[in-house]
């Protein structure tokens, strides 16, 4: 229904004669007479007979409400039909003070920013002002849910050039920024400073503003990510501390959240966009081991979500799930952005990186692609000099991004993405221990590479209040690991059971000292020795959620999830030159063995929210899921020293379902504070393993499991200048897998070994301060047994109370950005960054075979950057004390005390310029 208003007298001082209202009670030029008017100063009477305009105190003399209520639509209609630039503006009116709004549930689908302003003033009750010739040809992707108006506001105008000056009365005029610098931490939002805040999330998968969404998680937009040199998953790691990046292998990681740590499967699930990607599973069965990890080029934001997403997310979200979000075609007009830098590392070579993305709207409004390519040189900073080799370890990236997004209608909108990423690493990166800082005495050369393609189809569509979404896509992912053999097979040499295998010989008989001489001379004559793996995993996976968008008494999202995956391994242990350390060519095979295994899942999720009690909601989640793992061994060519012989050609499977749960209860008793208590469940699925010398039971273990309990708050103070979040959690984690090895040392395995207790808490604090902001992020893990070791190892075992392996304690961030205006188009922006690490051990505890202490580490970070207009150069110090920064310290039968770090000092000079 509408209602009249009364326009503010703002609104007259703010116009030109010829602007009037599209809505209620505009003004009209009716020819009545009002003798107040006479006594108007002349430049504000259009004579006797005409109204006038209302301006200060002038306004109790001018009888303008006389004058509405004399007006009729029909001789309004009339007004603006004479006047073509009145009927381009559109001004909406609201009875609210726009100082101190509530949340609004908003409904405003994909399409021109014209209608999506059109639709912002009638649900907010806002007044606007703008002309349509200043958005003409702008979109936006659409806003839904309960949302301040000024942060809707900001996210309908982030990215058009276009900001809202309020006005007093209420009023907000749309006009285009000024010349100031352009670069996103310099310019303030539409409707005052901008914050994390006002990033729009989607980890319910569906829209929700950060700040109000029920969930531990931090968010980082993608602009505030290169500024700080965060690149990859270790600089990611380094700015969101409770994500825990561990070497797992030369440019391999393994993530964990919370201390949920452990083999197998991957226990943080990691989306690029729509698609969930996983590692190879290997000969290890140990998927996790090898974490996607794609260049953060041309990023809208990254979503890191703490605790199990079973609900919503499924399998190998237990410990957490992290999304990164690229930027999407914007049809609204051509853009783009190129970056250059050099980096100079101390110890090493120089490295760099160039990189561009370009916007290119096919069809205004409605076809637009965006791609984006860079490539990247990591310097390498370890010596060899067994083969006088010096600063090698270099990777060098390359990607590229396509993506092209189609509206036929305002409301669907199809997304279709394609994105490659080539990575090679020239040798082996890490370095011993006992010797000179960053050396290594490794006797073969062992490179890494691989190849990862993703593509992606999405539709959306917005029906009424429901957002229908489409997804499917599929990966392939090829590399080739090597890794040193020598030590594998040199503890072989006098093995009783390797010189039977070799001689021959039955089970129960021993080799003679002139058979045991041959045996000892046939290993030395195949060292040193590489393990070259070539490994293939492909995916497909299809996603059908439907979810609210607003417009209700309660959200709800309900899907239906499908994953067909199948990966090859194929084995080599092969002989080096013993002069270069390089492969023997052509292959000198000593051993081959294959695997394959496939993974399929299909499951029925969904999550309703609704209201209990004024400010206090409730959250029921469940997702009904069924698994089916299968996998085969061959061994064409046995290796008699290792004895993989004894593993015959067969083929096993195991299969489960169940159900993950997620109940939760939210009160928000202000938009400032919100407080919620949570019990969540995840899984990961088991699997079998091909390793020889197993019994049939230790061929299969189970999926475990873990129910976490959280009591979480976020609170706002000083209107948002001052946030603060907290969680405390329990996990109870059962059915732990982890890894074992054989009685050789040459193979490990998975096992069920019981179950862990992990207890913590997380705190993050930012405070924004007119020309600076400081934040500190804080988490305290303390993960144990809970019981001893279910299936002890050769070496060892794990008893009840001791840690968990490679989970530190403490973790944090510290850092502050202060900026300064040098001139009216110039601005300048002084960033520091603390980021710390704790201790952590390899093994359960010191009794256990290749235990080490992995100390902690302190990375310290500056940065200086100048932006004039559309320009930004910084200069940056990474590692500015040029710590040792190990990220892992690891023995095994492959090697002992070696030790993956963060690269030394490193000088960054970046050159960055947007085009739009």
């Known amino acids: 229904m509408n209602m009249p208003v009364r326009r503010p007298p703002e609104i007259d001082r703010a116009l030109p004669d010829f ?59 009339r007004f603006l039909a004479g006047h073509p630039i009145a009927l381009a503006t559109l001004i909406f009116l609201s009875t609210g003070n726009a100082e101190a709004a509530p949340l609004v549930n908003f409904y405003i689908p994909a399409g021109s920013l014209a209608r999506a302003l059109t639709r912002f003033a009638l649900q907010a009750d806002r007044q606007l002002l703008f002309s349509p010739e200043l958005v003409a040809g702008r979109r936006v992707p659409g806003i839904a849910g309960p949302l301040d108006p000024d942060r809707a506001l900001d996210r309908l105008l982030a990215g058009s050039g276009l900001v809202a000056r309020r006005g007093r ?22 409707g005052g400073a901008r914050t994390a805040d006002d990033i729009v999330v989607t980890a319910l998968k569906r829209e929700s503003l950060l700040r109000l969404t029920a969930v531990s998680m931090s968010a980082e937009r993608g602009t505030s990510l290169s500024p700080r040199g965060t690149l990859d998953l270790e600089g990611l790691s380094r700015t ?3 994500l825990l990046s561990s070497i797992s292998g030369t440019s391999q990681q393994r993530l964990a959240m919370r201390g ?55 399998a190998s979200s237990m410990g957490g799930t992290l999304r990164v979000l690229f930027n999407q075609p914007d049809p609204g007009g051509w853009g783009g952005e190129a970056a250059a830098g050099l980096d100079l590392v101390s110890h090493g070579r120089a490295g760099g990186i160039v990189s561009g993305v370009v916007n290119a709207p096919i069809a205004a409004d409605v076809l637009a692609v965006r791609g984006s390519i860079y490539r990247r040189r990591t310097a390498g900073y370890i010596d060899n000099p067994r083969f ?11 990607g590229e991004r396509i993506a092209a997004g189609w509206t036929p209608h305002p409301d669907v909108r199809i997304m279709a993405s394609a994105m490659w990423q080539r990575l090679h690493a020239d040798d082996a990166g890490f370095w011993n221990l006992g010797g000179p800082r960053y050396r290594s005495n490794q006797p073969t050369r062992t490179p890494y590479g691989s190849d990862l393609g993703i593509y992606n189809l999405t539709l959306r569509w917005n029906i009424g209040p429901t957002t229908l979404t489409a997804t499917g896509s599929t990966y392939a992912w090829d590399m080739i690991r090597q890794m040193d053999y020598t030590a594998v097979l040199a503890q072989q040499r006098t093995s009783l059971a390797g010189c039977a295998r070799f001689a021959g010989l039955a089970a129960n008989i021993d080799c003679t ?35 609210s968008n607003g417009d209700g008494s309660f959200s709800w999202t309900v899907g239906a999830f499908l994953e067909q ?54 959250t029921v989640g469940a997702r009904y899921f069924r698994y089916r793992r299968s996998a085969s061994g061959a061994v064409p060519i046995a290796n008699a020293i290792t004895g993989t012989g004894a593993l015959s050609d067969a083929a096993y499977a195991t299969k489960e379902g169940g159900a993950n749960l997620k109940v939760q209860l939210a009160y928000r008793p202000s938009s400032d504070v919100l407080a919620y208590l949570q019990a969540a469940e995840g899984f990961r699925p088991g699997g079998v393993n091909i390793t020889p010398a197993l019994s049939d039971a230790e061929r299969r273990y189970r999926a475990d499991r873990l129910w976490s309990y959280e009591l979480g708050s976020k609170i706002r103070l000083n209107g948002g200048a001052i946030a603060l979040d907290a969680a405390l959690y329990h996990i109870d984690w059962v059915d732990m897998i982890s890894a074992f090895s054989s009685a050789s040392g040459a193979f490990v395995y998975n096992a069920n070994i019981g179950s862990a207790d992990i207890g913590g808490a997380e705190i993050q604090i930012a405070a924004r301060l007119p020309a600076a902001e400081l934040s500190a992020k804080l988490g305290y893990v303390d993960a144990r047994l809970a019981e001893d070791q279910a299936v002890p190892s050769a070496a060892g075992a794990g008893r009840s109370g001791d840690r968990l392996p490679y989970v530190p304690h403490l973790s944090m961030v510290l850092g502050g950005v202060h900026r300064i205006r040098l001139a ?27 235990y080490q202490r992995t100390p902690a580490r302190t990375f310290v970070n500056v940065e200086a950057a100048v932006i004039w207009q559309e320009w930004q150069a910084t200069l940056a110090i990474r590692n500015l004390f040029d710590a040792i920064a190990a990220r892992r310290i690891m023995s095994s039968a492959f090697g002992s005390e070696r030790v993956y770090s963060s690269s030394p000092r490193t000088l960054s000079l970046k050159i960055f310029r947007r085009f739009r």
């Open 169 to 190: 009365g209420g009023l907000f005029l749309i006009e285009t920024e000024a010349a100031v610098p352009a670069h996103p931490s310099i310019v303030p939002s539409p």
């Open 240 to 242: 969101m501390p409770e």
């Open 565 to 618: 995956r199948k990966d090859r391994t194929e084995s080599y242990a092969l002989r080096a030159d013993a002069s270069d350390g390089e492969i023997v060519r052509p292959f000198d095979i000593i051993g081959l063995r294959t695997i394959r295994t496939r993974l399929g899942q299909r499951a029925l999720f969904g999550e309703i929210t609704g209201s209990i009690v004024p400010g206090m909601t409730a």
């Open 19 to 77: 602007l009037s209202y599209s809505g209620n009670g505009p003004c009209c030029r009716k020819p009545v007479k009002h003798r107040s008017c006479a006594d108007s100063p002349p430049h504000e009477r259009k004579g006797e007979n005409a109204c006038c305009h209302a301006r200060g105190d002038m306004a109790d003399q001018c009888d303008c409400q006389a004058r509405r209520r004399s007006c009729s639509g029909r001789r309004r209609r």
């Open 513 to 547: 000292a002139e058979q045991r001489a041959e045996y000892a001379a046939y290993v030395d004559s195949h060292l040193p020795a590489i393990l070259y793996q070539p490994m293939r995993i492909t995916s497909d996976t299809a996603e059908f959620r439907l979810a």
């Open 388 to 398: 006088g080799l010096r600063d090698v370890g270099q990777v060098i990236r390359e």
């Open 260 to 314: 949920v740590y452990g083999t197998g499967e991957a226990t943080v699930g990691v989306y690029y966009d729509e698609t969930p990607v996983n590692g190879p599973a290997g000969t290890t069965f140990d998927p996790g081991s090898v974490a996607p990890d794609i260049d953060l080029v041309d990023v809208d934001r990254v979503e890191l979500l703490r605790g199990p997403q079973g609900s919503l997310y499924g």
């Open 824 to 850: 009216p188009n110039i601005a300048a922006s002084l960033r520091g960054d603390i980021s710390h690490v704790g201790a952590s051990a390899s093994q359960f505890n010191r009794e256990i075979a290749y």
